[in-house]
């Protein structure tokens, strides 16, 4: 198989959605950590959850960035879900508080499905069936966790961009590329520390990769 080559395409609301292999691949390793050791019947359901829901999420999580952008005037290429999450291709640039707004409507979207999650949950809680409550708290837990982190100001994640764009409104752009830059260095290394305070080797690794990015990114 190609993991460059599409492996599902379809449209919501005249947008292209493209998943290519690898993010199956991606929610496949992601789902095994989310319900820990061990094999049964039961933690296959649940990853089959766990990577369904998580699949809805970023989607969901694109559609705000790609919705809020096309409102603007920015137009939409497409959305492409892949090994490392999603991202939303805009047809041409906006103004730097239209990519503001795009950048944070992503998060705010998960937040949107985090409390589409929450509500049932509170609400009727144990009166549910077992397994919407699981689904539910699945939707509840990915979405709210995927958005707080996702306004870290790491240069490629959306609280890195939201602040490139922040600044833009009042700096040149090498202050921009220098301040944020920096920023995000600094970001990346208390992920690291926070990683290994809490034995996240994901967190350690990413804040790693992040960290030697943005170092290649300055010296370029």
């Known amino acids: 198989m190609n993991p460059s080559r599409p492996l599902v395409v379809f449209e ?10 690898m993010a199956v691949v991606m929610l496949l390793v992601f789902g095994l950590i ?8 039961a933690k296959v359901g649940s990853v089959i959850v766990f990577m369904v829901v998580a699949l809805v999420s ?3 999580h694109e559609l705000g960035h790609a919705l ?5 005037g920015m137009g939409v290429r497409q959305i492409t879900v892949h090994g490392m999450g999603g991202t939303c291709q805009y047809q041409r640039a906006g103004s730097p508080a239209r990519m503001l707004a795009a950048s944070l ?17 509170f609400f009727l809680g144990s009166h549910l069936p077992g397994a919407l409550m699981e689904v539910l708290a699945t939707v509840l837990s990915i979405n709210l966790v995927w958005s707080i982190f996702n306004l870290v100001p790491l240069s490629r994640l959306d ?35 926070y990683g290994l305070s809490r034995g996240e080797g994901f967190l350690v690794a990413f804040g790693g990769y992040s960290i030697y ?8």
């Open 12 to 21: 919501i609301s005249r947008i292209p959605v493209i998943i290519q292999p």
């Open 34 to 41: 989310w319900v820990g050791q061990g094999v049964s019947l």
């Open 58 to 60: 970023i989607i969901g």
């Open 68 to 72: 809020m952008a096309r409102g603007l």
């Open 105 to 121: 409507a992503g998060p705010g979207a998960g937040f949107l499905l985090a409390l589409l999650g929450f509500i049932p949950l």
């Open 159 to 193: 609280g890195g961009h939201a602040l490139g764009h922040l600044l833009r409104m009042r700096l040149r752009s090498d202050q921009v590329r220098k301040i944020s830059t920096g920023v995000s260095i600094g970001a990346g290394a208390l992920l690291c520390l």
């Open 213 to 220: 990015n943005d170092v290649q990114e300055l010296r370029a």
